[in-house]
């Protein structure tokens, strides 16, 4: 057993709650027993499993555990002491996981049956991807293509609110052109969200293959980004607030998709063009 927070391997763990060291590695950590349950159905490439006896109480997590040593993965004990320098948790677990990241490349994706894409360009908050990464999912889109400066999805705060989906959705990085030259070539509509805009976000006919588009928290798209797109749609709101936050906005519209895809599982019609043009600048905000 490890038992001083100072040991390289545990220096190690803790390096990995900086986006540095993540990605100079490639490897992230995952505490807690469901996002290592998650990662262990969904046969990520865990490298290491680090648990602290004093503090795995769990049946199921111990449980856990011991079929993984017995299948040969390389399982680390430590102390309760050790387990709480790596952890950001309050009342940790005493269970997580070193796992490598898994990036897919923009040019080897093929627009299928999944409900749609999601494009983020520049999120910032890792709350926000980790949630727009469950809500992707639970409705069933393919992942995330995370455009220009984004916060990392292997952030702990990400992984955590995920509640898994960070194994389930496949993630890839590009800058805007990359994802507009691929949408074009595989005749993907795009749908951007912007407050100013024309379309109410349940007016518009959202046609299969799709990539959802949506803004950073403080800027939302420019005009050049909703130029870019075949429909620019808004969310109505009543109350003093002028904007959602991301995540809410994000999931909003994708439930407003996964409606229309159960209605008319075989129909893809084309966007209803509604109105003028959104005024430039416009967004979503956090």
């Known amino acids: 057993m490890i038992s001083s927070r100072h040991n390289p391997a545990i220096k190690r763990m803790r390096a ?3 986006r540095r060291e993540r990605d100079r590695t490639g490897l992230f950590l995952a505490e807690g027993i469901r996002i290592v349950t998650e990662a262990i159905h969904a046969n990520a490439p865990v490298q290491e499993i680090v648990f602290a006896p004093d503090l795995l109480t769990s049946q199921f997590g111990q449980a856990l555990v011991q079929r993984q040593a017995a299948a040969g993965a390389h399982c680390t004990a430590v102390s ?12 940790p677990q005493g269970l997580a996981a070193v796992v490598r990241q898994r990036w897919a490349r923009l040019a080897d994706l093929q627009p299928g049956r ?11 908050d ?3 991807l980790g949630a727009i990464l469950r809500t992707g999912d639970a409705t069933g889109a393919g992942g995330v293509i995370l455009l220009g400066q984004t916060t990392d999805p292997y952030d702990p705060a990400a992984v955590r609110a995920s509640m898994g989906a960070i194994f389930s ?4 990085r590009a800058t805007f052109a990359e994802f507009i030259g691929w949408a074009r070539e595989h005749r993907c509509l795009v749908v951007g969200a912007a407050g100013a805009a024309a379309i109410d976000y349940r007016a518009c006919a959202y046609a ?29 709101m009543v109350g003093a607030s ?13 439930y407003e998709l996964f409606h ?17 043009r959104p005024e430039p600048g416009a967004g979503l905000h956090a």
């Open 126 to 128: 890792p709350g926000n």
């Open 169 to 172: 959705q496949r993630l890839i």
């Open 260 to 276: 229309q895809r159960r209605a008319r599982p075989a129909e893809h019609a084309a966007p209803q063009q509604v109105g003028a």
């Open 114 to 124: 999944e409900l749609c894409w999601i494009a983020l360009n520049e999120a910032q």
């Open 80 to 91: 309760a002491d050790a387990f709480n320098s790596i952890s950001l948790k309050e009342r």
């Open 16 to 18: 990995l709650l900086h």
């Open 242 to 254: 002028d904007s959602l936050n991301l995540a809410v906005a994000t999931s909003v519209i994708l």
């Open 208 to 236: 299969a293959p799709l990539a959802l588009l949506m803004g950073s928290e403080q800027h939302g798209l420019t005009a050049e980004q909703q130029a870019a797109c075949q429909a620019v749609v808004h969310i109505p």
